[in-house]
């Protein structure tokens, strides 16, 4: 298994004003990904964060709204740029590797994200 | 493409009462079945896993088999407390090393 950890935990951001999310795994890991839960909802895929290489974005996630970044293979980040309050929501990272079953992924506790 | 339908909630039940959630999938090849399980305010954590038809992944007093003739993999548990009360999500994970969750499943149990 691993251990996962997102900062900040929660936070209130302004209309207008970015947020960048840190992930950080205790192990080294083959994929990290960043998923979208709003409200009551599921979770969406935003993009796989590639390790040396530009994230690779599901269908309605651009680079522009959502940079990622992943120097290495233990860390990353989800930038969420020029908020809106439709991006509250709760976002979460998660990381897979070859130390794991096949398509398993572990999860962080998630950043609870309110724009006012 | 790939997708999973899970049952929808919420589900309420009293404590010691059993539980089935179900969940139904659609997937080319093998796909490997997770339940994830989601406590108020925490992020995900994996409950069980099976990577393969007939296996029966197990966690917690929870179980779940891999059905391929039924493409199901239902979760269940024999006496639920109130501390189970969580949202639980179905996924797939499929030959693109994503999982595709399922709209998730509020449980609640009471006292």
């Known amino acids: 298994s691993a251990v996962i950890s997102q900062k900040p935990s929660r936070d209130i951001c302004q209309r207008g004003t970015s947020l960048t999310i840190q992930c950080q795994v205790d192990?080294?890991?083959?994929?990290m990904f960043w998923y979208r839960q709003q409200p009551g909802q599921s979770l969406t895929l935003i993009a796989t964060?590639?390790?040396?290489?530009?994230?690779?974005?599901e269908s309605g996630f651009v680079i522009d709204k959502f940079p990622i970044s992943r120097p290495n293979l233990t860390f990353s980040t989800l930038t969420v740029s020029n908020m809106s309050p439709e991006d509250s929501s709760i976002y979460l990272c998660?990381?897979?590797?070859?130390?794991?079953?096949?398509?398993?992924?572990?999860f962080g506790p998630g950043t609870r994200l309110t724009v006012l | 493409g790939d997708s999973v339908t899970q049952m929808e909630g919420p589900v309420t039940l009293s404590e010691e009462a059993f539980l089935t959630i179900n969940c139904t999938y659609t997937?080319?090849?093998?796909?490997?079945l997770f339940w994830y399980v989601q406590y108020p305010g925490e992020g995900l954590q994996l409950l069980l896993k099976?990577?393969?038809?007939?296996d029966k992944g197990s966690n917690k007093g929870f179980e779940a088999t891999y059905r391929k003739e039924t493409t199901s993999f239902h979760l269940e548990k024999g006496s639920v407390q109130v501390s189970d009360s969580a949202v639980y999500f179905c996924?797939?994970?499929?030959?693109?090393?994503?999982?595709?969750f399922g709209t998730g499943t509020l449980l609640a149990v009471q006292p």
């Open positions: 998660s990381a897979s590797g070859a130390s794991f079953s096949y398509n398993e992924q572990f």
């Open positions: 192990s080294q890991v083959t994929m």
């Open positions: 964060a590639n390790q040396g290489s530009e994230a690779t974005y």
């Open positions: 997937a080319t090849g093998y796909p490997s």
């Open positions: 099976a990577t393969k038809a007939d």
């Open positions: 996924a797939l994970g499929g030959a693109t090393n994503k999982l595709i």
